[in-house]
């Protein structure tokens, strides 16, 4: 496609999912569960080639010399099928927030004033690698009553067509128009421009992807993201930390997993038992691979730990290195993490009450956990369903976007042949 033909087909596909977003709003509860369990259905028969298309482009990706983090989100195997499928009759079993009436009260004039949930309308969504970005965007949309424009990466073309496909059979089974979820089929990036500018069609963004995406579509868009922009995660095991606790949460945070936005960058830990804790939580990560960086007290307790500079406390790795310091205490790391943290997630390890109630109030992260591993900052673990990302934005939606994150809220006045005196 050229310039011309790629705006005319944005075009195009907005004028679709504007006319699609109005018919979505009116579908019954009923119609949008039974897409759900549709699209479900079909992931679940057409496994192997969902496999074999995520082979393509897993090919595709290391003859390109991609690199292992996005290997890992590329990749599709047949538990992540099936936790797909789950995702989706999960959403179906959801609480329809649609219509929604809340906070009806009376007024001394005699009206009741209510607020009412509806759909934001027309949603961009923009993802890099990830095929099962496509499904749970399509699903919370479709539960949420409103339509989607989804623009995957050139990456997992073959995958995303392919789930593209399954969710237009979905939605042609419940009676629902196609339309309201589409995958833009071409690869040429002067769609995303497109995309993020076409405000009369598409009421928000969502970008899920690399830093350097996130950047690019906040500083061009004409339309409100919902966005976060890394994931720098810490982990901070306090002077009251229980040792076996401490080790079993830094592993999984850390080590389960290293290309996700949950994942912990970062540990600290405090003065009073890095002499008793720290060596041994080193211990643990180097026999996993993971490179350790640290402050000067860190190098002395963890003699294979490399010099930590100022720039590896801001950095979200996505990679086997993880930065370390020792703190003096709960003031100190909760003042370490507003400073260098992304907003995402962070956890603590205690066992003293009052200060893992100071640490849930003080850390300004979306999400904030207590004796928990950071990896759980997931929709899917949260019961959204499925999330369609994570916001660290503190207006309309933070922490993982699910259903309620699609929608927004209106007043409804509700009289009698009232008048305003």
């Given at each position: 496609?050229?310039?011309?033909?790629?705006?005319?087909?944005?075009?195009?596909?907005?004028?679709?999912?504007?006319?699609?977003?109005?018919?979505?709003?009116?579908?019954?509860?009923?119609?949008?569960?039974?897409?759900?369990?549709?699209?479900?259905?079909?992931?679940?028969?057409?496994?192997?080639?969902?496999?074999?298309?995520?082979?393509?482009?897993?090919?595709?990706?290391?003859?390109?010399?991609?690199?292992?983090?996005?290997?890992?989100?590329?990749?599709?195997?047949?538990?992540?099928?099936?936790?797909?499928?789950?995702?989706?009759?999960?959403?179906?079993?959801?609480?329809?927030?649609?219509?929604?009436?809340?906070?009806?009260?009376?007024?001394?004039?005699?009206?009741?004033?209510?607020?009412?949930?509806?759909?934001?309308?027309?949603?961009?969504?923009?993802?890099?690698?990830?095929?099962?970005?496509?499904?749970?965007?399509?699903?919370?949309?479709?539960?949420?009553?409103?339509?989607?424009?989804?623009?995957?990466?050139?990456?997992?073309?073959?995958?995303?067509?392919?789930?593209?496909?399954?969710?237009?059979?979905?939605?042609?089974?419940?009676?629902?128009?196609?339309?309201?979820?589409?995958?833009?089929?071409?690869?040429?990036?002067?769609?995303?421009?497109?995309?993020?500018?076409?405000?009369?069609?598409?009421?928000?963004?969502?970008?899920?992807?690399?830093?350097?995406?996130?950047?690019?579509?906040?500083?061009?868009?004409?339309?409100?993201?919902?966005?976060?922009?890394?994931?720098?995660?810490?982990?901070?095991?306090?002077?009251?930390?229980?040792?076996?606790?401490?080790?079993?949460?830094?592993?999984?945070?850390?080590?389960?997993?290293?290309?996700?936005?949950?994942?912990?960058?970062?540990?600290?830990?405090?003065?009073?038992?890095?002499?008793?804790?720290?060596?041994?939580?080193?211990?643990?990560?180097?026999?996993?691979?993971?490179?350790?960086?640290?402050?000067?007290?860190?190098?002395?307790?963890?003699?294979?730990?490399?010099?930590?500079?100022?720039?590896?406390?801001?950095?979200?790795?996505?990679?086997?290195?993880?930065?370390?310091?020792?703190?003096?205490?709960?003031?100190?790391?909760?003042?370490?993490?507003?400073?260098?943290?992304?907003?995402?997630?962070?956890?603590?390890?205690?066992?003293?009450?009052?200060?893992?109630?100071?640490?849930?109030?003080?850390?300004?992260?979306?999400?904030?956990?207590?004796?928990?591993?950071?990896?759980?900052?997931?929709?899917?673990?949260?019961?959204?369903?499925?999330?369609?990302?994570?916001?660290?934005?503190?207006?309309?939606?933070?922490?993982?976007?699910?259903l309620e994150g699609l929608t927004s809220q209106k007043y409804v006045v509700l009289g009698d042949g009232h008048v305003r005196g």
């Amino acid at each position: 496609m050229n310039m011309i033909n790629i705006k005319e087909y944005m075009q195009q596909l907005g004028v679709e999912a504007r006319a699609a977003s109005r018919l979505m709003a009116r579908a019954d509860t009923n119609a949008r569960n039974q897409a759900l369990l549709a699209i479900a259905a079909g992931i679940r028969r057409d496994k192997e080639a969902l496999l074999a298309a995520n082979r393509k482009d897993m090919d595709a990706a290391r003859a390109a010399g991609m690199d292992a983090a996005m290997l890992d989100r590329l990749a599709l195997s047949e538990k992540s099928i099936a936790t797909m499928a789950e995702g989706l009759e999960q959403i179906a079993t959801l609480a329809d927030p649609i219509g929604e009436i809340t906070d009806l009260k009376y007024r001394p004039s005699g009206i009741q004033i209510g607020k009412m949930r509806v759909p934001l309308g027309v949603i961009g969504i923009i993802y890099e690698a990830r095929p099962n970005v496509t499904v749970d965007a399509a699903g919370l949309c479709i539960k949420s009553g409103n339509a989607c424009v989804l623009r995957g990466g050139s990456e997992a073309i073959h995958c995303n067509q392919a789930l593209a496909a399954l969710v237009k059979e979905g939605l042609r089974t419940a009676g629902l128009p196609e339309a309201a979820v589409q995958v833009v089929e071409t690869t040429d990036r002067a769609a995303v421009g497109e995309l993020i500018t076409m405000k009369e069609y598409v009421d928000v963004i969502v970008p899920r992807g690399g830093k350097g995406l996130i950047e690019r579509i906040s500083s061009e868009a004409r339309i409100p993201v919902i966005k976060h922009l890394d994931g720098n995660c810490h982990v901070y095991v306090d002077d009251d930390a229980d040792e076996a606790k401490a080790l079993r949460i830094l592993e999984n945070a850390k080590t389960q997993r290293l290309g996700t936005c949950n994942t912990a960058e970062s540990l600290l830990v405090a003065r009073s038992v890095a002499s008793a804790m720290l060596p041994k939580l080193a211990a643990m990560l180097t026999s996993k691979g993971i490179e350790i960086r640290g402050c000067a007290e860190t190098q002395k307790l963890v003699p294979q730990a490399k010099a930590a500079t100022e720039e590896d406390y801001y950095t979200e790795y996505l990679a086997a290195i993880i930065s370390c310091k020792v703190v003096d205490g709960l003031d100190e790391a909760i003042e370490h993490i507003n400073k260098y943290s992304s907003q995402h997630t962070e956890a603590i390890v205690t066992e003293n009450y009052t200060k893992a109630r100071r640490f849930l109030r003080e850390v300004d992260s979306s999400s904030v956990m207590v004796n928990a591993s950071t990896r759980f900052a997931d929709g899917f673990e949260y019961g959204l369903g499925a999330e369609i990302g994570i916001s660290t934005d503190k207006i309309h939606a933070r922490g993982p976007v699910g259903l309620e994150g699609l929608t927004s809220q209106k007043y409804v006045v509700l009289g009698d042949g009232h008048v305003r005196g």
